[in-house]
């Protein structure tokens, strides 16, 4: 099967690039269409509903985020490839929720585009087996059928809707959703993960006494789990978590893979059992950032207070984005004090941690290579200890993303002082200002609506013509002044952008004598 397929990009030589440098017959996949504007990428989308989209991050009219998140409010089943110079936590953790399947840093690096598209390609061609398959169903989970079950989860009351209006009544066994996400799968598993790994849960919680039905999505084991044969149904959880451990333990200790297992509370209408899908959803979304190899299984249902925990990490990044010291102080504080008082202290070190790191990120993207001196313990055991430290810390970068205006006025003046010298470029200006060079780039687009190449180049002709009009230098000498080596390729981009040579210019202008 050929899986179509969308570029949209708003630098044509990427797309250009992407469409040239990708053997796509020989990867199943055939371009159906492309663009470099958010918004007719998105016309495009909802005309092909294609397989696959690559889109850049930034585009006039509509972001690729925006895109991905109107795929999936739409249901669309495309796989989606974010291009981006964006690094940071902020926008990985926006691709994630959006159910973003790769996000690769630019520049871009074709082979591991190449390796992206191929395991998208093999998770498409997983899925079309797995339509193909035959659910196994708990006997008495004929009515509604497995396919409704399994919509009602995904989409809620959606599911329910009837062409002609209204929405079906139906009654729903009491049950839990039990998620499953592999990390670091083998490469000789690839796309047979789930089919493989499915039978051990089946097996298991059977053996246990439970019936369930199985299904697949966004790559991950979905089961619903029977508790009517259950007295006490949150004991019947228990239980359950508990064998589900057990079995993903087993799995991964004898693949070497990382496993996530999901248990959602007990749902018990059509309502609560896509809440409980929503749920394990969150769960999965979170784990991928922890990164550790370990199984984590059941992670307990969030109280209110955990989700104010969450928020209020996400009060103080916004402050620190935003480069305001005195809210940042103020909800930093109130963070430390809402962590102290929680009952569950695994959260409380996690959320801890999980801001130190997002922190740490954003400093990072932001040429900042200073960390502050804090104690391993702070991370994992005495977590209050050193607050003012981190604090102090927060501030800092708060300072130093503040500093944006400054280092753009730093960095023109570095090229007015440079733009003759041909070696002078980004790299050299990112090595001058102690900035890396991502962010620099990200920077000067931000504050300039323009790349930095071309800010560069038209500055570089700007004074060319100062000097085609008001000098009787050469044209080769003034090339040469300008900082282009070669003077042909002057001549080229000058009459690229101005329509005419270096010599018409002139002449028209303001013409002297021959030279």
Known sequence: MSYSMIILDDEPLIVSGISKSIPWEAENCRLVASSGDGLKGKELIDKYKPDILISDIIMPGCSGLELAEHCRKNHYKT???????????????????????????????????????????????????????????????????????????????????????????????????????????PFELGDNVLPLMQGPFITGLNDAGYSLIRGSSDHQLLFLCDLTKGIDYETSRQRIVKKV???????????????????????????????????????????????????????????????????SIHDVLHQLSNSNEGKLRQDYLQLCDHLESLRNREYAKHAFRELYWQATNMASQAGMIKKPDLKQETMNENFFADQKKVLSYLLEICGFLASGENIIGRLRILIDNNYHDPDFGLAQAAESLQLSGSYLSRLFKEKMNKNFTDYLMELRLERAKELLLHTDMKIEKIANKVGFVNHNYFGQVFKRVTGMTPRQYRQQQHPLPNN
């Open 79 to 185: 796989k989606i490839i974010i291009l981006s110079a964006y690094s940071d936590f902020h926008y990985a953790q926006k691709a994630i929720t959006y159910k973003v399947s790769e996000y690769i840093i630019k520049p871009i690096d074709f082979d591991k585009l190449l390796q992206s598209i191929r395991t998208v390609v093999q998770e498409l061609d997983a899925e079309q087996r797995s339509m193909k398959a035959e659910p196994v169903a708990a006997s008495h989970l004929t009515q509604p059928s497995v396919q409704m079950l399994f919509d009602i989860a995904r989409h809620g009351d959606k599911a329910l809707e009837q062409p002609g209006g209204g929405k079906r009544s139906i009654s729903i066994q009491p049950g839990v959703v039990i998620s499953v996400q592999f990390y670091n799968v």
């Open 245 to 311: 451990g057990e079995v993903a333990r087993g799995i991964c200790q004898s693949r070497d893979m990382v496993c996530v297992v999901a248990v959602s509370s007990v749902y018990k209408d059509p309502q609560s059992l896509h809440k409980a899908y929503k749920e394990n959803q969150s769960i999965i979304e979170e784990s991928y950032f922890e990164k550790r190899p370990a199984v984590l299984t059941s992670i307990h249902k969030r109280n209110e207070s955990d989700h104010d925990a969450a928020l």
